[in-house]
């Protein structure tokens, strides 16, 4: 098997899963409890809060676990607009956010809010005299993530949490993507809130975590116990919240190492296909895009068949996000850089990891080619497409 769809979920790591283990059958106690049994477990607690932390240039008592970054995302969203709309009704975000961004504005929509989804440019990238041009006196929350999931565009966080702050706005991103991928600061890029999600970069499933800045006066989300300083009830996801501790802690000593030799390898896999099939093309900016990402759209076949047929070989990909998979409508982001539906249909998601190997890029993209090549033989389309080829060539 080669798993090519590292933006989906990746694997737990073997160190991190050996850490996590103890806290399963052996340190089970609640951290919230009094005995000293409890006591060492909320130490274990505390200790991944400072890492999680460290990686972002926050401080420990900044971070809020959750169960994971959808949670994240529908907290800063929904308690922000609570918290601040004395103040105004009017959010930003923009038109190519994950789901449980653009759900949670839609939901906010019908509560009476005001929603501008900002557009991008062709290659996915959010403007940022669009965002200036959008600030209102009302505008209280600026929703922007940090790196797409679908097409690994990497947006300006810096620029837009500058203007956000001189403006006296609440500046949120989800970084799910980003965290753990490439270098992110708190401080230098004016955020006050982040969403974090442990299975993106090889910690387990159902944990993640808010960031929220000192002094930003949100409330809870979930409501109940006194846990996370009485922001987020519900007992702690003890083993979950190790684990991601140490995946951050092992995500920040290999970040710059990762990110090359993960650039390198999608430049090659990016440089064969757009070099060895015909009427290809990258989806997302050439150069700010996340180190693992690669996003092409080949035209006159349907990406699920191409998907089918690469399953067939072994080979795990997507066509977006695992979120649209299974609906037929194409995927809002490659609509938002404009692409026209019958080539958004035809797209193709590969996400590496550090184990990601040359030998399996060279194998996926041999099959693509004939895999592509086949499905082409079979359309109509591109029947059509080549003899109106051949008849400008007669003319000529
Ligand atoms: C995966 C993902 C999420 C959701 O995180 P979960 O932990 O799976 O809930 C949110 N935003 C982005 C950009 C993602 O890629």
């Known amino acids: 098997m080669i798993y090519l769809d590292n933006a989906s979920t990746t694997s737990v790591t073997q160190e991190v899963f050996e850490a996590m283990r103890p806290y399963f059958c052996e340190q089970y106690a609640n951290p919230s409890a009094i005995y000293s049994f409890s006591g060492t477990i909320m130490k274990a607690v505390d200790i991944a809060r400072k890492q999680v932390a460290a990686l972002i240039g926050a401080q420990h008592n900044e971070i809020y676990f959750t169960a994971g970054g959808s949670e994240a995302d529908n907290w800063a969203i929904k308690a922000a607009a609570d918290a601040y709309k004395e103040k105004g009704r009017h959010i930003i975000t923009s038109a190519i956010e994950h789901h449980a961004v653009l759900h949670t504005c839609q939901y906010l929509e019908r509560q009476g809010y005001e929603v501008t989804y900002l ?129 951050a802690t ?52 349907e990406g699920e068949s191409l998907l089918i047929l690469l399953d067939q070989k072994g080979i795990c990909a997507s066509s977006g996000s695992a979120c649209t998979s299974g609906s037929l409508d194409p995927s809002h982001v490659l609509l938002a850089i ?40 079979m359309s109509p389309l591109y029947e059509d497409f080549i003899k109106q080829q051949e008849r400008k060539g007669n003319v000529q």
Do not use: W
């Not at 956000?164 to 270098?183: E, L, M, N, S, W």
């Not at 430049?267 to 996340?290: Q, W």
């Not at 249909?345 to 030998?359: A, N, Y």
């Open 119 to 247: 557009p991008v440019d062709e290659n996915g990238m959010v403007q940022i005299d669009k965002v200036e041009a959008a600030i209102r006196p009302d505008t209280i929350l600026i929703t922007i993530m940090a790196a797409n999931n679908e097409i690994g565009t990497i947006e300006p966080l810096r620029e837009i949490g500058e203007l956000a702050h001189k403006r006296g706005i609440v500046f949120h991103t989800d970084a799910v993507q980003a965290y753990g991928h490439i270098p992110l600061n708190v401080d230098e890029m004016h955020i006050d809130m982040m969403s974090i999600s442990g299975h993106k970069f090889h910690g387990p499933k159902g944990v993640g975590c808010l960031y929220i800045r000192k002094g930003i006066r949100i409330g809870s989300f979930i409501h109940g116990g006194a846990q996370e300083r009485s922001r987020r009830a519900g007992t702690h996801n003890v083993p979950g919240i190790v684990g991601m501790g140490v995946a």
């Open 250 to 301: 092992l995500a920040a000593k290999q970040l710059e190492e990762n990110k090359k030799s993960e650039e390198a390898l999608r430049d090659y896999l990016i440089k064969r296909v757009l070099e060895e099939i015909p009427h290809s093309r990258l989806n997302g900016d050439p150069v700010k895009r996340l180190p693992g990402n690669a996003n092409f759209c080949f035209r006159f076949i």
């Open 338 to 377: 404009g692409l026209p539906h019958e080539i958004a249909h035809g797209s193709l998601r590969l996400t590496l990891s550090e184990d990601t190997t040359k030998e399996e890029i060279d194998f996926t993209v041999e099959q693509i080619k004939t895999i592509v090549e086949r499905l082409r033989k």
